[in-house]
């Protein structure tokens, strides 16, 4: 499937319009361009990865993905999650918060204690 986005920021309206998307058969979402070169988003972040990560159409689905996923870290969906710390925790609550505010409840993950 061919879809064109029209995405707020300039730099990336032609972007979104040559990105050819297949629709993944679990969440009838387009798959984002980050699949294509996934190294853009994990090591160091650019604005230009930022601004069209912002404009994806899979975004709020990307944001809880984040949060649900133990060792999340590099750009998802337009916020960078670094490894530790309380960077790490704030940008792991921007996540939960896009997400649940756009129809996408995150699911909490409890941590059983193992007794010695």
């Keep these: 499937m061919r879809y064109a986005f029209a995405a707020e920021a300039t730099t990336c309206n032609a972007f979104w319009r040559n990105v050819d998307m297949t629709v ?11 699949t294509q070169d996934p190294d853009r988003w994990t090591t160091t972040p650019d604005d230009e ?25 590099g750009l998802w969906a337009g916020v960078v999650i670094p490894e530790s710390g309380r960077a790490r925790a704030f940008a792991l609550g921007q ?3 896009l997400a649940e ?15 010695a």
Excluded: F, I, M
């Design 24 to 34: 993944t058969a679990l969440y009838e979402v387009p798959l984002g361009v980050c």
């Design 49 to 73: 990865a930022k601004t069209l990560c912002r404009a994806c159409p899979r975004r709020w689905l990307c944001a809880r993905d984040a949060v649900e996923s133990a060792g999340a870290e």
């Design 95 to 97: 996540l939960r918060s």
């Design 101 to 115: 505010r756009n129809g996408y409840p995150v699911r909490d993950h409890r941590v059983s204690a193992q007794s």
